[in-house]
C-alpha cells in the first residue's frame, strides 16, 4: 500500500517522513507570518493614530494661544471701559470744584 508523498510506504523500515517535517514548517511558517501581518497592521493603524493625536494636540495648542490673546484684548477693553465709565461720573463733580462750586452729594 502506498501513502501520499514521495517515498512514504506502509511505516516498514524505508519509511521517509521528511515531507511530513516539511509540511509542518510550512505550515508553522504561515502561521508566523499571518501572525506577523496582523501584529504590522495594528502597528501601522497605531501610528497613525498617534500622528492624528499629535496634529490635534497642534490644533488645541494652537487654538488656547488665539483665545488668549483674545481674552487678554477683552481685559484691556474692560479696563479702558472702567477708566471711562469712572472719568464720567467723577469729571462733572471735578469741574464743579474747579470752579469753585461744591460738589453735588451722590
Do not use: H
Not at 488645541?60 to 481674552?71: H, I, P, S
Not at 474692560?78 to 471735578?94: H, T
Amino acid at each position: 500500500m502506498t501513502l501520499p508523498g514521495p517515498g512514504f510506504t506502509s511505516g516498514g523500515p524505508g519509511s521517509d517522513p521528511n515531507w511530513l517535517l516539511s509540511s509542518a514548517a510550512q505550515c508553522g511558517a504561515t502561521v508566523v507570518a499571518i501572525v506577523a501581518g496582523l501584529l504590522v497592521t495594528r502597528l501601522l493603524t497605531l501610528r497613525s493614530e498617534r500622528a492624528a493625536a499629535a496634529r490635534a494636540a497642534e490644533e488645541y495648542a494652537e487654538r488656547a494661544t488665539a483665545q488668549e490673546g483674545k481674552r487678554d484684548e477683552c481685559l484691556r477693553r474692560v479696563q479702558e471701559q472702567q477708566a471711562l465709565d469712572w472719568l464720567s461720573a467723577c469729571l462733572p463733580r471735578l469741574v464743579q470744584v474747579l470752579r469753585g462750586r461744591s460738589p453735588p452729594r451722590p
